[in-house]
């Protein structure tokens, strides 16, 4: 079997930052800025549309570099198995 085709990595931070949750947290971000747009005298939803956004990347960042870390260190495993091995059957090498 050939292994599976390599999946670029801003492919995959995209798949983080576009996860169920943080869609949500994007579009209450969105609405917080609308909120702001109707009534500018209330600065208290550009703030939290803000800090929504901030937690929307960081978390995608987080995720991604743990993830990373984690198949960098499974590739590192792939390279200490051994190409072949020896089988013994019936007390015969094969």
Request: glycine share 6%.
């Amino acid at each position: 079997m050939s292994p599976p085709p390599d999946i670029p990595e801003w492919q995959k931070f995209m798949a983080k930052v576009l996860d169920h949750l943080n869609i949500l947290l994007m579009i209450a971000g969105v609405l917080g800025f609308i909120a702001y747009g109707l009534d500018t005298t209330v600065p208290v939803n550009a703030i939290l549309a803000g800090v929504l956004f901030f937690v929307v990347f960081f978390n995608s960042a987080i995720d991604y570099y743990q993830e990373k870390a984690t198949s960098d260190i499974m590739a590192k495993f792939k390279t200490m198995l051994p190409p072949l091995c020896k089988v013994i059957r019936e007390g015969r090498i094969i």
